[in-house]
């Protein structure tokens, strides 16, 4: 099969059977890049995500990009990220297409009552798993309240606060230890 | 130009998304809703939940949502698609050739030590943002957040069935 047929399916693949976010996505994308397909050495696979994560961008694109450019280069890195994205793109421009008209619905608005309270609890169990896992010490402690009162009471971009976080994180070793 | 405002937009969302979908989750909002008023708090959770139950990331998700619900066509969900999609492009391809020195960049990971507590307050203003009164529309819906919460973080429940289960019972108590 042609390689650029089959980094499209291969990731495609990936994009139609994740359901959750980026994370969920990473056994899998382990399983067809490394054990099937053998694009990728562990070690690389490792280091290509170590990279996506602390680089900007949708975590599946950076991913995907990545990837696909290690095995074929800019147009590989293409048609890695189309794959990827496309199934989820068809699923929601058709749910966006249909959502609206039965959204009034009288059952459907019922069950988005009951949705939408547990949504907001999804988001917020994260943060203490996060919280325990980041080694915070006194002085940054105060970073996440901060940025929950600045965005919160002050409607402050949320990108200004990660420029600011970004210097301090540069000038804290200067003003702080030692 | 609503094309361009939302190839911006979601360029912009794109390039300052640190961390996975639950970060990106408030500057989406801070975006879509606070600045643009695209699309309203209630439609804007409904949006998330959908995200959730549905394959693929939040950041293609919402693009492609709102894309739609702006300009009413799937040209507009391809737009804001490719935006939120092209800075990890330019990133990637641009750090590729010499990543060992990147990942080992001091400079870099002094950076990343000052953005990560701010994720953490990234994704703590998502979640009270969304507390709003279309969301909480009375104490009812602070119990089912309150067992949605128990069922995740203890109970080790899917998200996906919590989304079901909360969905059956507010069929079943509205």
């Not at chain 2, 190839?7 to 600045?35: D, P, R």
């Not at chain 2, 709102?66 to 969900?77: E, L």
């Not at chain 2, 990890?88 to 870099?108: D, P």
Request: no cysteine; net charge positive; hydrophobic share 55%.
């Amino acid at each position: 099969m042609n390689i650029y047929l089959q980094i499209f399916s291969t990731f495609s693949k990936i994009g139609a059977f994740t359901i959750g976010g980026g994370y969920a996505m990473l056994p899998l994308i382990q399983r067809e890049v490394v054990t099937n397909k053998k694009w990728l050495s562990e070690e690389d696979f490792l280091d290509v995500l170590a990279i996506s994560q602390s680089t900007p961008g949708v975590f599946v694109i950076n991913i995907s990009v990545f990837i696909g450019l290690r095995i074929k280069g800019i147009k590989g890195s293409i048609v890695a990220a189309l794959g990827s994205s496309l199934p989820s793109f068809v699923i929601i421009l058709l749910i966006a297409m249909f959502f609206n008209s039965f959204k009034d619905n009288e059952v459907v608005e019922k069950i988005f009552k009951g949705i939408r309270p547990a949504v907001v609890a999804l988001i917020a169990v994260p943060l203490i798993e996060m919280s325990k896992n980041m080694n915070l010490n006194r002085y940054t402690v105060f970073i996440p309240f901060i940025t929950v009162i600045l965005i919160v009471f002050f409607q402050i971009s949320p990108i200004y606060i990660l420029i600011a976080g970004a210097i301090f994180g540069i000038f804290y070793p200067y003003l702080f230890k030692k | 130009m609503i094309y361009l405002q939302l190839f911006i937009t979601f360029f912009k969302i794109g390039l300052f998304t640190f961390g996975g979908g639950y970060a990106m989750i408030s500057l989406i909002q801070n975006e879509v809703v606070v600045n643009h008023h695209w699309v309203d708090a209630a439609s804007f959770t409904d949006m998330i939940a959908i995200s959730q139950m549905t394959p693929g990331p939040i950041g293609i998700n919402s693009a492609t949502y709102v894309g739609y619900a702006v300009t009413g066509n799937a040209f507009g969900s391809a737009i804001a698609t490719i935006a939120v999609s092209l800075p990890s492009f330019i990133i990637i391809i641009t750090i590729a050739h010499f990543y060992v020195q990147f990942k080992k960049n001091v400079l870099f990971k002094s950076a990343m030590n000052g953005i990560k507590p701010v994720v953490l307050g990234l994704i703590g203003a998502a979640a009270i943002l969304l507390v709003t009164k279309e969301t909480f529309i009375d104490w009812k819906s602070w119990i089912i957040f309150g067992i949605a919460f128990a069922l995740t973080q203890w109970g080790k429940f899917n998200p996906i069935y919590v989304i079901i289960l909360a969905g059956l019972s507010g069929y079943l108590i509205y």
